[in-house]
């Protein structure tokens, strides 16, 4: 049962740092997927202490000029990696400072910085729960089409039928890696 629970944990980094990928590559959809997959089996696994998969949040939050919502998890985010004693390797550390660096800028405002004293107040648990409601659930509700699953006018439908879906908008190669990973492979193995 342990190392089950550890392989579903390694699940949940892989969508993490999946979900890392997809936004430096502007797919702010798959972001998005990725980021609420890994909060939510983190959150299941009752492993709340994913703060990589918050400031991915706080980063979709600024890319979307969200910016009381970043404050909130950016004040969060200070004050728990402190609290949890959580040591950042220095890709980690570059990953922050980039996805923080927006936010940090408008400190200066008043409804930002009122934000980011409302974070450092919050649980983890309360910041998870915020980070899906608030910051995901928005972005995707923004990003999603407007249709009514009709094509657009003069477009027909396709005619092959849609590849199977994968939780998170994975590719199938990236659920087999995931699989790969739960199967505890090392990098070198899977490639």
């Given at each position: 049962?342990?190392?089950?629970?550890?392989?579903?944990w390694?699940?949940?980094?892989?969508?993490?740092?999946?979900?890392?990928?997809?936004?430096?590559?502007?797919?702010?959809?798959?972001?998005?997927?990725l980021?609420?997959?890994?909060?939510?089996?983190?959150?299941?696994?009752g492993?709340?202490?994913?703060?990589?998969?918050?400031i991915?949040?706080?980063?979709?939050?600024?890319h979307?000029?969200?910016?009381?919502?970043a404050?909130?998890l950016?004040?969060v985010?200070?004050v728990?990696?402190?609290?949890?004693a959580?040591a950042?390797?220095?890709l980690?550390?570059?990953?922050?400072?980039r996805?923080?660096?927006a936010?940090?800028?408008?400190?200066?405002?008043?409804l930002?910085?009122?934000?980011?004293?409302?974070?450092?107040?919050m649980?983890?648990?309360?910041a998870?729960?915020?980070?899906?409601?608030?910051?995901?659930?928005?972005?995707?509700?923004?990003?999603?089409?407007?249709?009514?699953?009709?094509?657009?006018?003069g477009?027909?439908?396709?005619?092959?039928?849609?590849?199977?879906a994968?939780?998170?908008?994975?590719?199938?190669?990236e659920?087999?890696v995931?699989?790969?990973?739960?199967?505890?492979l090392?990098?070198?193995e899977?490639?």
């Amino acid at each position: 049962m342990a190392r089950d629970a550890g392989a579903q944990w390694s699940v949940a980094l892989a969508y993490q740092q999946l979900g890392f990928i997809a936004q430096q590559q502007g797919e702010d959809a798959r972001t998005i997927a990725l980021f609420r997959a890994s909060l939510d089996l983190a959150w299941a696994l009752g492993r709340v202490e994913n703060l990589f998969s918050l400031i991915g949040c706080l980063a979709i939050a600024a890319h979307r000029q969200q910016w009381e919502q970043a404050a909130q998890l950016g004040g969060v985010v200070e004050v728990l990696r402190t609290s949890l004693a959580c040591a950042f390797t220095p890709l980690q550390q570059a990953d922050y400072e980039r996805c923080t660096a927006a936010v940090r800028a408008r400190r200066h405002e008043p409804l930002v910085a009122a934000a980011w004293e409302q974070g450092q107040a919050m649980t983890l648990e309360e910041a998870i729960a915020y980070a899906l409601t608030h910051v995901l659930r928005v972005a995707q509700v923004a990003i999603e089409p407007k249709t009514n699953g009709t094509p657009p006018a003069g477009q027909a439908a396709p005619i092959l039928s849609p590849p199977p879906a994968y939780p998170g908008g994975l590719t199938a190669r990236e659920v087999e890696v995931l699989h790969l990973l739960a199967q505890l492979l090392t990098q070198v193995e899977i490639a």
